[in-house]
């Protein structure tokens, strides 16, 4: 085995050599596994049907999705699991782990739109790995899928759910929602307009089926329950080796979203209406307030809006909170997360 990775891919990560040079490593059973970059490992089967990018640790303290595809690559190493799609595992940015903080300058989630100037280091991580995902994507023709891991930094309604982002591509993203039930997630909430994370970057300059999964709740490394994220984990190994996907919960049901608005600070004057510790999902009835800045008041639109990831703290420019209604996806159709098409109707309970 690798001697750099044999120690495990989070750990190298973490604490990598003074000097890295990319190398790989055949398995018996014929797996390749390249180590591309700090933090980047590239798994290349003998045949494969999709390219598949798994991505952690955008957010330095979000931590399950990195203990998650630590322990994939580790089964991996192991032959536990023979992949039958290309992969690209990423954890993407030590110094915000070490550091316990989503980032250290600039949130690395909003640097995908494009190369970004190299004000920090962020913006070259960005960067790096744009360029990792697209040699990554550009070297076969397999179907394009992108999951971007994440954990919520609030309570949720919804423990676990897909946010896919919405792209210029005309992309049918049913095996997406497919994948999300089959991996007992509680919702799955579809973008409307373009929004500079990781996941947007493969959606719309490779028409990869991608989504950002948020897994439970921010915590420290090794302090999350794993067994939480057994159902995910399940599917994720049974799409890798593409097997049959596991069957959706009977206990638990599946909600589906679109969003209305995205509310964006513009100024310091930035308020949230509500308390700071609001969980994601919680609903505002018709005409209640939301926001305010400078006189200008956001409230509940007709039917009423459920608020996700509100922070009125995000730097002047950014996303302070998305708000979103109910709705039923007709999945006798294509299903478009595309910026020009409306997913279909809101359905109110
Ligand atoms: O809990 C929160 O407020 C943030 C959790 C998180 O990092 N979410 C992602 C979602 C990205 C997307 O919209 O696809 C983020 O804000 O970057
Ligand atoms: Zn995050």
């Given amino acids: 085995m690798d001697s750099q990775l044999s120690g495990g891919f989070l750990k190298h990560t973490l604490f990598p050599p003074k000097i890295f040079t ?12 390249r180590h591309n970059a700090i933090g980047v490992v590239e798994i290349t089967p003998p045949v494969s049907d999709k390219a598949i990018v798994i991505s952690s640790g955008i957010h330095g303290d979000e931590t399950a999705p990195i203990e998650l595809v630590d322990d994939l690559v580790s089964s991996i190493l192991d032959e536990a699991f023979q992949p039958t799609s290309r992969l690209l595992f990423i954890i993407a940015h030590p110094d915000a782990i070490h550091a316990h903080t989503r980032f250290i300058e600039e949130n690395l989630n909003r640097l995908f739109a494009d190369t970004n100037p190299l004000r920090n280091k962020e913006c070259q991580l960005a960067n790096n790995l744009q360029e990792q995902v697209q040699t990554f994507f ?10 971007d891991l994440h954990s919520a930094i609030r309570a949720s309604e919804h423990y676990m759910f897909g946010v896919v982002p919405a792209s210029t591509k005309v992309t049918d993203i049913r095996p997406l929602v497919s994948f999300l039930k089959a991996s007992h997630m509680d919702a799955v909430m579809l973008s409307r307009t373009p929004s500079s994370t990781f996941s947007w970057y493969s959606a719309e300059k490779f028409g990869a089926l ?6 439970g709740r921010v915590a420290r490394l090794y302090e999350n329950n794993m067994e939480e994220f057994k159902p995910l984990r399940d599917a994720l190994v049974a799409l890798l080796c593409g097997e049959t996907l596991p069957a959706p919960s ?3 049901g599946f909600s589906n979203y679109k969003v209305t608005r995205t509310i964006t600070k513009t100024s310091e004057a930035f308020n949230l209406a509500f308390s700071d510790d609001a969980a994601n999902f919680t609903y505002f009835a018709e005409g209640e307030q939301l926001a305010e800045e400078n006189g200008t008041v956001y409230s509940a639109i007709a039917g009423g809006e459920a608020v996700v990831f509100p922070n009125s703290k995000v730097a ?15 999945l006798s159709e294509p299903l478009y997360v595309n910026v020009e098409r409306d997913p279909g109707p809101v359905a109110f309970s």
């Fill in 22 to 33: 990319p190398n790989s490593i055949t398995l018996s059973n014929g797996v390749i596994v």
């Fill in 138 to 147: 550009k070297k076969g023709t397999e179907e394009p899928w992108h999951f």
């Fill in 316 to 330: 002047i420019g950014q996303r302070a909170a998305l708000l979103v209604q109910p709705f039923e996806p007709n």
């Fill in 210 to 215: 991608a989504a950002t999964f948020e897994m």
């Fill in 250 to 252: 009977k206990e638990k």
